[in-house]
């Protein structure tokens, strides 16, 4: 008890001088026994910024809600180590999905099982009733053991709907695709690990969705031409086309 005592209040005297410093919306902080942690604050936007990435404050509770949430449901998120009314402390839970794709020491075996549990892990979040919101690969962490739902600012607290879950799996391949420019054994691995683990009848789910907006896409091209630094935007054509054909 002692100890716990110990650490809890060298954590608040680590957080009371990092709540000093001008308001950074995630930055690493180091925990009383030098392991990292993470701060996360409410920003002050100006108008234009709130009108572009929304209401930082209900965007910081909602997330707050959802890690609970799905803590409380034994599904993989950070622990919250402190919280506030504008702050919360997190675990480190390890390098985001879209990291792996790009560091030479994450052999295909590693990257592999990564994306197996991702897929796995979304599968699980769906089946208890939830949806993530926006599950790209830069909000799915990986700590070498199991993967973690990070960012859940859209997380949908309530049962979610069969469009919401469908919209998590078209957001997951997007990103994947926008990182990499082509779908690989890594996507297809994690798609049929979804598959597995998701409510019956997901996945023809996913692919009524796409089949019903695979047509429109062509409308996304004055965006994309308009947008060509946009990975996400430049891969929507490419994400179409793989959710619509069969995975084995």
């Not at 990092?18 to 990292?36: H, N, S």
Request: hydrophobic residues 45%; charged residues 25%.
């Amino acid at each position: 008890m002692q100890t716990y005592l110990n650490r809890s209040t060298a954590l608040n005297d680590i957080l009371n001088l990092a709540l000093r410093e001008p308001v950074v919306r995630v930055r690493p902080i180091l925990g009383p026994d030098g392991e990292r942690l993470w701060l996360k604050r409410i920003e002050a936007l100006s108008l234009r910024l709130r009108i572009s990435k929304g209401d930082g404050r209900r965007a910081f509770a909602n997330e707050l809600r959802g890690l609970h949430t799905l803590a409380d449901a034994g599904l993989p998120v950070p622990e919250i180590l402190s919280e506030g009314p504008d702050h919360m402390v997190l675990s480190d839970v390890g390098a985001t999905l879209n990291l792996l794709l790009g560091r030479p020491e994450a052999t295909p075996g590693k990257r592999a099982a990564a994306f197996r549990a991702a897929g796995t892990a979304l599968g699980r979040l769906h089946r208890a009733g939830f949806a993530h919101g926006s599950p790209a690969v830069r909000d799915i962490c990986w700590d070498g053991r199991q993967v973690h739902f990070i960012d859940l600012e859209r997380f949908s607290a309530g049962h979610a709907s069969v469009r919401r879950k469908a919209i998590d799996v078209i957001v997951f391949v997007n990103s994947f695709l926008a990182e990499t420019g082509r779908a690989s054994d890594d996507l297809d691995g994690a798609m049929k690990a979804y598959r597995a683990a998701a409510p019956e009848r997901s996945w023809a789910n996913v692919q009524a969705l796409c089949a019903w907006l695979g047509p429109l896409s062509h409308l996304t091209a004055p965006a994309r031409w308009v947008m060509r630094n946009a990975a996400e935007v430049q891969a929507i054509p490419e994400t179409m086309r793989y959710l619509r054909r069969a995975i084995d």
